[in-house]
């Protein structure tokens, strides 16, 4: 174990566990390679130094010692349809961990001229993200494995700029240490391990997803305004109504039409309204 890490007694009570590494290449993939061992689950695997870590559609993601990357497995019992949500489960946790951290102070417009969600310094960028002043701060990577609905497995990775962010980003990026807030990967994890319980019980094994997705938009960076969607085939450029009952995002066209997005990257503000939006992100 590396020192300094630890459960919230809330986490410990509810049957999680944890180990913490001085150094891993990817806490995702040792946590899948644990589902392969025949762990149960609610197992946290976390350190402040990953070197092998990846996003979103194979991209890098790149980790600064002092930052935090974990990732929880579960082992639900679900299809992996209804297993996707747990996305939005951890953004729900990961955010109300980053306000248990931050000190009340200030939140702002977001820099490419997007609204952030009102009333807060942090808000959700559909599907994985979790803004800070408006840049991302932390990013959310689910890999799942087994079908059905007895041998699937979850590994939900959480990374959080802590103490420092990549600099040379085609979208501004942040960390907790440029928003003033003085704290460590531990202490950041300890919230987080906490917050998992309470949203996890929202969840309720998917039953509860209508009440995540009423949370979740309550924080969700840009809704009501204008955003482009990048399908990976196609520009999709509208006004962010809201996510479906799936938590598929929904943009209304200008010819009114109501398109909905089950993967993309989101941009707001002035990146949103860019011709040509490849040649500017």
Request: hydrophobic share 45%.
């Amino acid at each position: 174990m590396a020192p300094g890490f630890n459960l919230s007694p809330t986490a410990f009570g509810d049957g999680f566990r944890y180990e913490s590494f001085t150094e891993i290449g990817s806490t995702n993939a040792l946590a899948l390679q644990r589902a392969v061992e025949g762990d149960p689950g609610r197992l946290w695997l976390v350190t402040d130094h990953q070197t092998g870590g990846r996003g979103r559609r194979g991209r890098p993601w790149e980790g600064r010692r002092g930052n935090l990357a974990a990732t929880l497995l579960l082992r639900p019992k679900v299809d992996l349809a209804t297993a996707a949500s747990l996305g939005f489960v951890a953004a729900l946790a990961l955010h109300d961990a980053l306000e248990a951290v931050m000190p009340r102070s200030r939140f702002a417009i977001a820099p490419d001229g997007g609204d952030l969600a009102s009333g807060g310094r942090f808000a959700l960028k559909w599907p994985n993200d979790v803004l800070g002043d408006g840049a991302k701060l932390s990013g959310i990577l689910l890999e799942t494995m087994g079908a059905g609905t007895d041998a699937i497995a979850v590994a939900i990775g959480i990374g959080v700029n802590v103490v420092d962010h990549p600099h040379e980003t085609p979208y501004p990026a942040t960390d907790l240490s440029a928003l003033g807030v003085a704290c460590t990967a531990a202490d950041v994890f300890y919230a987080l391990s906490d917050a998992f319980v309470d949203n996890l019980r929202l969840w309720r094994g998917g039953a509860g997803l209508a009440a995540v997705r009423d949370k979740w938009l309550g924080s969700a960076a840009g809704l009501g305004a204008e955003i482009a969607v990048d399908t990976g085939g196609r520009i999709v450029r509208g006004v962010f109504e809201t996510i479906d009952a799936e938590c598929h995002l929904v943009i209304r066209e200008a010819n009114g039409h109501m398109t909905r997005v089950a993967a993309g990257d989101v941009h707001f503000g002035a990146v949103a309204s860019v011709k040509n939006l490849k040649a500017n992100v």
